[in-house]
Structures are given as C-alpha cells and as structure tokens.
C-alpha cells in the first residue's frame, strides 16, 4: 500500500481566495482524521470521518474551512476565503481503529496564504 | 485547553548520551498513550506506546515511562543517535475516543 496520499505538498495562495486539500486514506482504514500543525498549537485535530460520515468537527476553526469524504478513498479539506492566520501544515491520517496505533499520516500540505 | 502538553519546545543532547521528553497530561480518563516522531517533510510516525496497567514499556533504545499519579509521561532514548533528530509528540486516548496530541518537542541530537 502507498499509505495516506496528500496533494499537493505545497500551496501558496492569495488571502481571500479557496483553497481545497486532498487526501487518500490507506485502503481498508474506516477512519479518517485531518490535523493541523502550527508552532502555536501543535497538532490539532479539526475533524474526523467514520465511515465517511463525519463525526467531530468540533476542531473546525471558523465556518470557512469545511470537510468532505464522498467515499472511502478520498476526502477534501477546504478553506473559503483563505486569511494569512490559516498557513500551516495539514495533515491527513487514517486508522482500523479510532484509537491506538494504527494512526498513519500522510506527508502533509504546507499551505502558505500571503 | 489543551489536555496533553509538552512544555519543552526544543531539546538538545550530545551523541551517545540520554535523550529525555517529558510530557502532561490533564484527562484522568486517559488510559493509552503513545509517542510519535516526525522528520522534515513527513508525517508523524508511531514509535512507542503504552497503557495505563503499566508504568513502562521499552523497545531497543527507546522506553517510555508513566506516572498516573502526576498525570506525567516521558520517553527516554538511550544511547542517543543523530538520526533520532526530530519532532516528537505525545499523544493520549481513552476508551472510545480518538488520540489527543501535544504540541510537539524538537529533538537535536548533536554528532
């Protein structure tokens, strides 16, 4: 298996306009998990997918970034508008499980919004 | 309120000597924890975990021990290598729930 897929691995946008992130869970794995990774925060987690039906999105920061997973291999993150407070690096994982060791991260999108 | 902290940004230690990350933890509900290590440009890996029934786990050069009652985890490396520079995140569970990371700990280790 090639694991979790992002793309792209690097996004430089302008404030104000969308940005959508991709990712493709490992084959199999019924969860899916986006993170966010900031100097301030850590690794936050915004959202997470059972059976691509979402489950907590408490971690979403603001109306503007929204998730999908219209199926199990694939699933969005998106920002609309994007604001310079939203660079990061996002990551996606997926797992068998919702908890353990299971946990396998893609290599993450460095998003940049100047 | 950040439930699992790593109050160590940075860390920095000499080839061959012990290497030390600590951790807190807030949730006395939490029963599983784990360590991840991330290089540049990747994500996060698992590398050690360990439930609440004990109070040490070890696998080569890296252990991980807990403390319940202070609600305080560490991984120790020993000998450290240039190669264990990185990222380290603890993360913690309880049953039924998903993983809470902290926010991380850079690791260089010095030839």
């Known amino acids: 298996d090639a694991g979790v897929i992002q793309s792209p691995r690097h996004e430089v946008t302008e404030m104000g306009q969308e940005v959508t992130l991709r990712c493709k869970p490992i084959s199999g794995h019924d969860y899916l998990f986006w993170y966010r990774q900031t100097m301030m925060r850590g690794l936050e987690l915004l959202i997470y997918?059972?059976?691509?039906?979402?489950?907590?999105d408490s971690g979403m920061p603001e109306d503007r970034f929204s998730a999908k997973m219209p199926n199990a291999s694939f699933s969005t993150l998106k920002i609309q508008p994007s604001e310079p407070r939203d660079s990061a690096v996002y990551f996606c994982a997926s797992s068998p499980v919702l908890r353990g060791y299971g946990y396998t991260f893609g290599s993450g999108t460095r998003l940049t919004v100047v | 309120d950040q439930q699992v902290k790593q109050n160590s940004p940075s860390l920095s230690v000499q080839e061959g000597r012990i290497s030390i990350l600590n951790c807190d933890y807030t949730n006395s509900m939490f029963d599983y924890f784990l360590w991840y290590k991330k290089y540049p440009a990747e994500g996060p890996t698992f590398l050690i975990s360990i439930s609440s029934i004990k109070d040490k786990n070890e696998d080569g050069r890296f252990t991980v021990f807990l403390n319940k009652s202070a609600k305080h985890l560490s991984l120790h490396i020993v000998p450290s290598q240039p190669g264990d520079s990185a990222v380290y995140f603890c993360?913690?569970?309880?049953?039924?729930?998903?993983?809470?990371f902290g926010g991380g700990t850079r690791l260089m280790v010095k030839p």
């Open positions: 993360a913690a569970s309880q049953t039924g729930n998903m993983l809470t």
């Open positions: 997918f059972n059976n691509n039906v979402p489950i907590d």
